[in-house]
């Protein structure tokens, strides 16, 4: 880190700065400028480094702190300069190969899982999604079919053939998630839950983390650090867009976010049109921005009769739509020198 001390700072100040960091282990180099003094620390312990920078901060004398290294190590670039591939089951997102998640917001009936499963496999769909234990902001929303959704997302993925995902909302949720489903996928909701976290990367399942809407990106890869110090680097992050000031769309989907976020890090990024923009309209002109914006892939809400969908129905494609999107991101995907 480097400690920039205010200008005309005392002797003495930077002395009590020099001195503490000595205490804490840290190696210094004091440069004294005409003006004002910068020290640069070299520290030995990685856990104690912000509680440390936040110590000095409060010295006298003392105008600001930089951290060097950044907040996140293992899912990092620096970590690791080539993307990393993830893997759901036969699917597979990253390193030039793009795939795409799609299925109902909610699993509903036996009739309409099977329904959407087999359209999205026909238009060549290569995870099944589908929501059971469901996040919904009010309580007095349908709230899911919760284990009953569980066990039916697994036997209809396997009639299909194609692997799954769901949201789990709390630790006691993972176990029969697992029993039935290959992915764990962590909402926007839950996004800081850090034991949830935690305990969903010590599986060893892939997980897809989704950007909370108020979260920075920088808050999105500490998040998917917390995964990843589980020992588990099978990691999707998924852009669903962000609050801002305008509600035109239902979130705003930070594309610029996504592409600054696949700078820092060798995961895969997935993007969420569907709850982005809240609307069917928008889903396809955002799905088809985000894959020549650099997505490793995408994950639409699809609905055999979006008028009739307990949840979400507005920003659902019909069959039909989505078969048309597939289409267009097939002959994008080879324009951009990837595979699906
Ligand atoms: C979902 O994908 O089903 C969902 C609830 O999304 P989010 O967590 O992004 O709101
Ligand atoms: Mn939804």
Redesign the pocket.
């Known amino acids: 880190m480097i400690i920039v001390m205010v200008p005309g700072a005392k002797e003495a100040d930077i002395k009590r700065v020099l001195a503490r960091l000595e205490q804490r282990g840290y190696g210094h180099h004091v440069s004294a400028g005409v003006e004002r003094t910068i020290i640069g620390a070299i520290g030995a312990n990685e856990r104690e480094k912000q509680q440390v920078a936040e110590q000095l901060m409060g010295l006298p004398g003392v105008e600001r702190v930089v951290p060097i290294l950044k907040p996140y190590k293992l899912v990092s670039r620096d970590h690791h300069p080539e993307g990393t591939v993830v893997t759901i089951g036969t699917a597979r997102f990253g390193a030039g190969k793009v795939g795409v998640i799609a299925g109902p917001?909610?699993i509903e009936s036996e009739k309409q899982l099977r329904e959407a499963a087999l359209a999205v496999k026909n238009a060549g769909a290569v995870v099944l999604?589908g929501?059971a234990f469901?996040?919904r902001s009010s309580p007095y929303d349908f709230q899911g079919l919760r284990e009953e959704g569980v066990e039916l997302l697994g036997a209809i993925g396997q009639e299909v053939e194609l692997p799954t995902i769901t949201?789990v909302m709390e630790p006691r949720q993972i176990e029969v998630v697992l029993q039935h489903v290959d992915a764990l996928?962590i909402?926007?909701?839950n996004m800081s839950n850090f034991d949830l976290l935690r305990e969903a990367g010590a599986t060893g399942r892939t997980i897809m983390l989704?950007r909370g809407?108020a979260a920075t990106v920088e808050e999105w890869l500490k998040a998917a650090e917390y995964v990843a110090t589980s020992g588990n680097l099978n990691i999707l992050l998924?852009e669903?867009?962000i609050r801002s000031f305008d509600s035109i769309t239902r979130f705003t989907l930070d594309l610029g976010g996504m592409a600054a976020a696949k700078l820092e890090t060798h995961l895969p990024i997935i993007v969420?049109p569907s709850?982005a923009t809240g609307t069917h309209k928008l889903v396809s002109p955002m799905a088809l921005a985000a894959v020549a914006g650099g997505a490793d892939g995408l994950?639409i809400?699809v609905h055999p009769h979006p008028d009739q969908a307990r949840c979400d129905g507005p920003q659902s494609l019909t069959p039909k739509r989505f078969a048309s999107l597939m289409d267009q991101v097939r002959s994008l995907v080879q324009v951009m020198g990837e595979t699906m």
Do not use: I, L
Request: glycine share 16%; net charge positive.
């Open positions: 917001c909610t999604r929501g469901k996040p949201e996928q909402g926007a909701r989704k809407y998924c669903r867009g969420d709850h994950m809400e």
